[in-house]
């Protein structure tokens, strides 16, 4: 875990790419019971004018925050988190399309400390003004 008296505001928490395939989709919509077609079903995203099959924005939002919960070794202290979706997250039929987060500090308030995160597509910011508060208190 992160010592607060070495971190300052504007260090980074670095970054991760995250592979995402069609087959992940499928997965998370099993798992979260969130079987809209536009997340597994080209045809029918692409007949509701999507470009292709999309992410689902809860899974968006997990799979970003998760290089907070590497970071500060417990995704337990993860206390908030809120984000704005900016663009989907698409994946072509055939290929795996990486996800990049990257993180950095922006508050440190007493035991607390916001970490912005930064989550691209291709170079397109899928996530927008997305926030994570994480408690560094002794436990």
Do not use: C
């Amino acid at each position: 875990m992160p010592q607060i008296s070495e971190l300052a505001v504007g260090d980074s928490i670095g970054s991760t790419e995250i592979a995402v395939d069609r087959a992940t989709f499928v997965r998370y919509a099993g798992a979260s019971g969130d079987f809209n077609p536009i997340h597994w079903d080209e045809k029918f995203a692409t007949s509701v004018g999507l470009p292709s099959v999309i992410g689902h924005g809860m899974w968006t939002m997990g799979a970003a925050v998760s290089l907070v919960g590497e970071w500060v070794g417990d995704p337990g202290r993860v206390v908030e988190y809120g984000v704005r979706f900016s663009a989907p997250v698409v994946v072509e039929y055939d290929s795996a399309t990486p996800l990049a987060v990257t993180g950095t500090i922006k508050k440190i308030d007493g035991d607390r400390v916001t970490v912005e995160l930064t989550a691209t597509q291709g170079g397109t910011k899928v996530l927008s003004r997305a926030l994570a508060t994480v408690d560094l208190s002794e436990r």
